[in-house]
């Protein structure tokens, strides 16, 4: 069946560095690929989504490329915050309102002062 | 925007009583509603899908009568733990889409312990 899996955490980085979340997945289909962001006491958030290969979603300085030969779609940013300390899911979908979401076990970010 | 909100944020019931969990949907309509189930320190698990006036469909292994879902309009779904067990106890986070586009909006979710 269909699988995201992506890197086990928790990741520490000082402010300032260079952010990569590794996620890959397996699919029978064509899915749409989304990053969720899940801030200390609140629900999921989408952060940035791509719905067909070679997309690239971006959002608040976050990237991601949703990469069909490599069946991954990795998060980056360029420079972390403090404040982007969360919890980060990559999950899949098939689209429309019906298509349920697969989510990876979620990598906790931590970025100190 | 896209608001999901969901009641109580937390519950505390004994063993063998039943637990209501409200998601609303507040400033759209919701077409499907979804439930999901986390465990500590790991992924969410999908337990149902729900559509306005027509009965959830239920993931493999998740009892249907043990986790009832209602979706009584396009802003309301309930889920109802009946017979709560302490194994029952978990965090549990609804989601709703509009309908077009594959995003879902989540609610900030519904912190269960049964004792």
């Known amino acids: 069946g269909d699988s995201v899996t992506q890197m086990e955490g928790p990741v520490t980085l000082s402010e300032e560095a260079f952010l990569t979340i590794n996620c890959t997945y397996t699919?029978?289909?064509?899915?749409?690929l989304f990053w969720y962001v899940q801030y200390p006491g609140e629900g999921l958030q989408l952060l940035l989504k791509?719905?067909?290969?070679?997309d690239k979603g971006s959002n608040k300085g976050f990237e991601a490329t949703y990469r069909k030969e490599t069946t991954s779609f990795h998060l980056e940013k360029g420079s972390v915050q403090v404040s982007d300390s969360a919890v980060y899911f990559c999950?899949?979908?098939?689209?429309?309102?019906?298509?349920?979401?697969?989510f990876g076990k979620g990598t906790k970010l931590s970025v100190k002062p | 925007g896209a608001v999901v909100s969901q009641h109580p944020s937390r519950v505390i019931c004994k063993s063998g009583t039943s637990v209501k969990i409200e998601c609303r949907s507040l400033d759209f309509q919701a077409t499907t509603m979804f439930w999901y189930r986390q465990f500590p320190k790991k992924s969410l698990m999908l337990m149902a899908t729900?559509?306005?006036?027509?009965?959830?469909?239920?993931e493999q292994g998740v009892e249907k009568d043990k986790f009832l879902i209602n979706h009584a309009s396009l802003t309301l779904s309930t889920l109802t733990v009946t017979s709560a067990h302490p194994e029952d106890s978990s965090f549990y986070i609804c989601?709703?889409?509009?309908?077009?586009?594959?995003?879902?909006?989540f609610g900030p979710g519904t912190r269960l312990t049964v004792t």
């Open positions: 989601s709703a889409s509009k309908s077009k586009g594959p995003e879902q909006y």
């Open positions: 999950a899949l979908n098939y689209g429309g309102s019906q298509g349920n979401l697969i």
């Open positions: 729900s559509n306005e006036g027509s009965k959830a469909t239920y």
């Open positions: 791509a719905t067909k290969a070679d």
């Open positions: 699919a029978t289909g064509y899915p749409s």
